[in-house]
């Protein structure tokens, strides 16, 4: 049974830092390009932050860049997001997601808010 389940969500104040952690299981990890996305309240779902299977290669959207960094642990199957330098406008549900086409997983998501 494939799981992916993330973690390290939470309330933070701006300018504050999360990591998110999504742990999967059920396929071989190591295979699967790994990214993640988050949707805000009214809004589609968008592309974060992505990483390829080999762990080499990440790619940011612009927003992002320079604040958030992905990472992944293939002998512990976890892919990380760490998120610094948080803004209110960071506040979404954040997912996992691993591709290795045709086959698409998805997490439950993690609530991420940053107020103050």
């Known amino acids: 049974q494939v799981q992916l389940v993330e973690s390290g969500g939470g309330l933070v104040q701006p300018g504050g830092s999360l990591r998110l952690s999504c742990a999967a299981s059920?396929?071989?990890?190591?295979?699967?390009?790994m990214s993640w996305y988050r949707q805000a309240p009214g809004k589609e779902r968008e592309l974060v932050a992505a990483m390829v299977s080999s762990g080499g290669t990440a790619n940011y959207v612009d927003s992002v860049k320079g604040r958030f960094t992905i990472s992944r642990d293939n002998a512990k199957n976890t892919v990380y997001l760490q998120m610094n330098s948080l803004r209110p406008e960071d506040t979404a549900v954040y997912y996992c997601?691993?591709?290795?086409?045709?086959?698409?997983?998805w997490g439950q998501g993690t609530q991420v808010t940053v107020s103050s």
């Open positions: 059920g396929f071989t990890f190591s295979r699967y390009a």
């Open positions: 997601r691993a591709s290795r086409l045709p086959s698409i997983y």
